[in-house]
């Protein structure tokens, strides 16, 4: 099974600067397509997960642009480039590549 | 819109059953393949499992094989599963989700979730 790894755990962020969260997979995440197979869901509290970013760096419709994806084989990154107070939640990464899908464990966001 | 409704979720002794229910609209059914994902109180997200647009092949994570049925009816755009054997440690909130199409994926869609409490 793939295995994700996320970082930070727990992310304080004041509204107005930028945030990163980082994603790593224990096998590359390419795809014989030439995508690679990995989205970033936000579940805010009480609800259930939605969609930002799928294979990397696509937004979601209605996602605002503030949020972007990059990266490439195992290393992958979402970036906030201003958290406004809605950004917070549990930021999830997940490979879609194989079964089983498995997720990275979470990043919590919150405002300082 | 896609809109995903689960129902069938609640309170169980361990070692029982239960039968949760999707019922998907908005899109086209058959042509997705479909999962189940859970959250336990206060964790993370795990899939567990998922089947084919025709309904000819399912896959389970490990600790559901055996336990665990997914399924589907195309003609009433419903998924299912049967969960059998319950255990403590399948308490979750269950997620009916919509997955890729064939060759084209554009992400995964999250139903709201049922609540299946496992105890005595």
């Known amino acids: 099974d793939i295995v994700m790894t996320q970082s930070p755990l727990s992310l304080p962020v004041t509204p107005g600067e930028p945030a990163s969260i980082s994603c790593r997979s224990s096998q590359s995440l390419l795809h014989s397509s030439g995508n690679h197979y990995l989205d970033w869901y936000l579940q805010k509290p009480g609800q259930s997960p939605q969609l930002l970013i799928y294979l990397v760096s696509n937004r979601a419709s209605g996602v605002p642009d503030r949020f972007s994806g990059s990266g490439s084989g195992t290393d992958f990154t979402l970036k906030i480039s201003r958290v406004e107070a809605e950004d917070v939640g549990v930021y999830y990464c997940v490979q879609v590549l194989q079964t089983p899908l498995t997720f990275g464990g979470g990043t919590k966001v919150e405002i300082k | 819109e896609v809109h995903l409704l689960e129902s069938g979720g609640g309170l169980v002794q361990p070692g029982g059953s239960l039968r949760l229910s999707c019922a998907a609209s908005?899109?086209?059914?058959?042509?997705?393949?479909m999962s189940w994902v859970r959250q336990a109180p206060g964790k993370g997200l795990e899939w567990v499992a998922n089947i084919k647009p025709d309904g000819g092949e399912q896959n389970y994570v490990d600790s559901v094989k055996g336990r665990f049925a997914i399924s589907r009816d195309n003609a009433k755009n419903s998924l299912y599963l049967q969960m059998n054997s319950l255990r403590a440690e399948d308490t979750a909130v269950y997620f009916c989700?919509?997955?890729?199409?064939?060759?084209?994926?554009?992400?995964?869609?999250w139903g709201q979730g049922t609540l299946v409490t496992v105890s005595s």
């Open positions: 908005g899109f086209s059914f058959d042509n997705y393949w």
């Open positions: 989700v919509r997955g890729g199409q064939g060759a084209y994926y554009n992400g995964l869609r």
